[in-house]
């Protein structure tokens, strides 16, 4: 049988802690490489696993340079110039506060107080060196970077059509368009609106189920960098751009600067929907480039 | 190539959405395949006592929610296992094939059902992944194929599969 969109094959598996999803037109060997190039990037980032590139910088880096495979250097140099780029609201250094925070586990990690974004160093050689004790958590964007190996394994199997979605970071390619569904922000069975996407990626962000209080107060997992603050309001944001990982990172800061990204998502060329807790749109930002003429909002 | 981002605003029908979001991606055959292609398997269900129940709890640490699992022998070697796992939100039909010295060779999740404060144990949805009966493909519940925003922890079946190793060691490997 064969859908509109040519999708023959649909498998999904545990990785990054959610279910990812990957249809496709080609064959189940295709989808084992786009999932293989997935665990690899599980292996290199994750927080939890010992052996991993980040457990080790988190171990090592401030007292010696610590060698990181070619994937995880390019996921932290992009994490640096989101940093760059929005003045330190984006900052993986954040992670010692969702290890207070108990988001993260505590296990093997030395509580820091001091450092950002601007204490880790990487030089062409693929080292990373930080200058405080600092631990690191790429969280925010590694998922989206996961999504974005996973095309590239299908499009170099010469597949040429699919989608890849890990837990709401997706990614589609191929000539025709396919419409996804964005949760409503607080009842997650609900849609709150649907979004035809065509050789682009999407991120959803929202806290409604991850909030939790601490010390009498909601936190949540969307840190601001500047301030240690979390932003906890009720609400969805979705970001499109050509990359998983872009728009992974920008729901992040849409989350916090809501309007006062959109020089940013204009620089990466990203579309962004922001959904209050009734499930409306409060917000829409449509990227200057040639997304425009095509993007509709009835 | 040109890309596309158009947001979508849906009648209230569509709005008002099903208490429950559900998935089918594989039947016991197709997952057969899936991890062990071009194999052969042999029908080999384990009841458990209530001792071996009680020491895959001690050793996984992880509840033991049916006596009755589904296992397969492969040819050439290695189990296949259809096994599920309920959340608070989730009901997630899983297939899992082991190497034959135990260790975990593929996870294929066959379906899920997403709901809440809906009924989670569904029996009908059950039935389709029990025995090689269903004879269905793929097929999605509802015209939603994709979802983007909040969504299911894998945190449940990584138990599960916790489980299924201490289910090995204890009912299988000898």
Request: net charge positive; aromatic share 8%.
């Amino acid at each position: 049988m064969r859908s509109h969109s040519g999708i023959e094959i649909r498998r999904c598996r545990p990785l990054l802690g959610t279910l990812v999803e990957i249809a496709c037109q080609g064959s189940p060997h295709d989808i084992d490489c786009a999932f293989t190039a997935m665990e690899k990037v599980q292996r290199l980032m994750s927080f939890h696993d010992p052996t991993s590139d980040v457990a080790r910088m988190n171990r090592h880096a401030s007292r010696r340079p610590v060698k990181v495979h070619p994937w995880t250097w390019r996921v932290l140099k992009s994490a640096q110039e989101f940093s760059r780029k929005s003045d330190g609201v984006f900052d993986i250094t954040m992670a010692r506060q969702l290890v207070k925070w108990d988001y993260l586990p505590r296990s093997g990690t030395r509580l820091c107080s001091a450092g950002s974004w601007r204490d880790i160093v990487l030089d062409d050689e693929h080292n990373v060196q930080f200058r405080h004790r600092l631990i690191v958590d790429l969280g925010g964007i590694a998922k989206g970077f996961a999504v974005d190996r996973a095309v590239a394994a299908l499009k170099n199997n010469s597949v040429t059509a699919g989608i890849v979605n890990a837990g709401g970071d997706l990614r589609t390619f191929g000539s025709a368009s396919e419409v996804v569904y964005v949760r409503h922000p607080v009842e997650p069975t609900r849609t709150a609106g649907a979004v035809r996407l065509r050789e682009r990626a999407m991120a959803t962000s929202g806290v409604y189920f991850e909030r939790r209080k601490y010390r009498g107060k909601y936190v949540g997992p969307i840190l601001d960098g500047r301030t240690g603050q979390s932003a906890c309001e009720l609400i969805s944001v979705t970001v499109a751009a050509a990359e998983c990982m872009i728009a992974d990172a920008l729901t992040k800061l849409v989350f916090t600067l809501r309007e006062k990204v959109a020089g940013l998502l204009a620089q990466y060329r990203a579309d962004a929907l922001l959904l209050e807790r009734n499930g409306t749109p409060s917000w829409m930002f449509h990227s200057p480039c040639d997304t425009r003429d095509q993007t509709r909002f009835d | 190539m040109k890309s596309e981002f158009a947001f979508i605003a849906l009648p209230i029908s569509a709005l008002v959405v099903p208490s429950a979001f559900a998935v089918r991606y594989l039947t016991v055959d197709q997952a057969q395949q899936a991890i062990f292609p071009g194999k052969s398997f042999t029908a080999a269900p384990v009841k458990l006592t209530s001792v071996q129940r009680k020491a895959i709890e001690q050793a996984s640490g992880v509840r033991v929610l049916h006596d009755e699992q589904q296992v397969w022998r492969v040819s050439g070697g290695g189990w296949f296992i259809v096994d599920e796992v309920v959340g608070k939100h989730e009901f997630i039909t899983y297939a899992a094939g082991l190497n034959p010295e135990g260790s975990v060779k593929q996870i294929e999740i066959m379906g899920y059902r997403e709901t809440y404060g809906g009924q989670i144990r569904d029996q009908k949805w059950r039935a389709q992944f029990v025995g090689k009966t269903s004879k269905s493909t793929l097929k999605l519940d509802s015209d939603i194929k994709n979802i983007s925003g909040a969504t299911l922890s894998c945190r449940h079946i990584t138990d599960g599969v916790k489980r299924l190793l201490a289910f090995y060691e204890i009912a299988l490997r000898h």
